[in-house]
C-alpha cells in the first residue's frame, strides 16, 4: 500500500470515529436533540456510535451528512425522498444511477423554484418604484394588482 493510501484511509477512520455528544452535534447542526434522534429513528442517519454508556456518539462525517441533509431540505424534498436517498447510500455504488438521477430532478425543482422567486422580485420591485415614485399611495389610475 502506498503512503498516500495510508494517509486516506487513515483520514477516513478519523471523520468516522465517533466524537461529539448529541448536545454537542445539537448546538453545531442547529437541530434539537428530538430531531437528531428522529433522524436515526426514520433511517435519515445511519448507525450512530455509542459510548460505553450507551449515549450517542457523532463523528465529522456524520456532520457532514447532516449537512447535506439540510441542504436537501432547503431543496424542499421530501423527508420520504431524503430517507430514499439514504437507503441508496447504504445499498452501494449500484444505486448511482438512482441517486443521479434525483438530484438531477431535484436541481431542475430548484431552478424553477428560482426562476418563480425571481419573478416574484420582479414584481417587488414594480410595486416599489410605484410607491417610491409618489406619496405612498399609488395614483387612482394604478392597480394594487401585479403587473403581468
Known amino acids: 500500500m502506498g503512503e498516500t493510501a495510508a494517509v486516506d484511509r487513515t483520514e477516513v477512520e478519523d471523520?468516522?470515529?465517533?466524537?461529539?455528544?448529541i448536545g454537542?452535534?445539537?448546538?453545531?447542526?442547529?437541530?434539537?436533540?428530538?430531531?437528531?434522534?428522529?433522524?436515526e429513528r426514520i433511517g435519515l442517519?445511519?448507525?450512530?456510535?455509542?459510548?460505553?454508556?450507551?449515549?450517542r456518539r457523532f463523528s465529522d462525517r456524520d456532520l457532514e451528512w447532516l449537512a447535506l441533509i439540510g441542504r436537501l431540505r432547503t431543496t424542499g424534498m421530501s423527508v420520504a425522498d431524503m430517507v430514499r436517498y439514504a437507503e441508496l447510500v447504504r445499498t452501494g455504488d449500484s444505486t448511482l444511477p438512482e441517486r443521479l438521477e434525483m438530484f438531477?430532478?431535484?436541481?431542475?425543482?430548484?431552478?424553477?423554484?428560482i426562476e418563480e422567486l425571481r419573478r416574484t422580485v420582479d414584481v417587488l420591485d414594480y410595486k416599489i418604484e410605484i410607491y417610491e415614485g409618489g406619496s405612498g399611495t399609488p395614483a387612482p389610475h394604478i392597480s394594487e394588482g401585479i403587473k403581468v
Request: aromatic share 10%.
Open 104 to 113: 438531477r430532478r431535484t436541481r431542475a425543482e430548484v431552478l424553477a423554484k
Open 15 to 21: 471523520r468516522a470515529r465517533p466524537r461529539y455528544s
Open 45 to 55: 442517519m445511519d448507525y450512530i456510535g455509542r459510548d460505553h454508556t450507551g449515549r
Open 24 to 39: 454537542e452535534v445539537s448546538e453545531r447542526s442547529g437541530l434539537s436533540r428530538d430531531t437528531l434522534r428522529w433522524y
